[in-house]
Nanobody, 124 residues
């Protein structure tokens, strides 16, 4: 089992930055691919970024490439999402997800464990 708790959301103006954190419990964490997804009101959940268990490889949605960076600290059981140059269209609830022994998938159905989310609001 992996339990995930997100933090770091908030309200910022366009062009600003936020750093989301995801705290994971359980010894399985270091063997999990970790992902970030987001869901805007009235829209489906969409992939944002993912990172391999070792942290060596990451993957991003085209909409956030060059602006967002995913990272992890396996010693602290933490995953981060640094979000720069935020845009109003980035407004959504952001979710941390884990897939045990998986690959850096972009489909939400591939992830077994989910946090409850943290809200990000970007105003123009």
């Amino acid at each position: 089992q992996v339990q995930l708790v997100e933090s770091g959301g908030g309200s910022v103006q366009a062009g600003g930055s936020l750093r989301l954190s995801c705290a994971a419990s359980g010894r399985m964490f270091t063997s999990c691919v970790m992902g970030w997804f987001r869901q805007a009101p009235g829209k489906d959940r969409e992939f944002v970024a993912a990172i391999r268990s070792t942290g060596g490889t990451s993957r991003y949605a085209d909409s956030v490439k060059g602006r967002f960076t995913i990272s992890r600290d396996n010693a602290k059981n933490m995953v981060y999402l640094q979000m720069n140059n935020l845009k109003p269209e980035d407004t959504a609830d952001y979710f941390c997800a884990a897939d045990y022994l998986g690959s850096i998938y972009s489909r939400s159905s591939d992830y077994e464990y989910w946090g409850r989310g943290t809200q990000v609001t970007v105003s123009s």
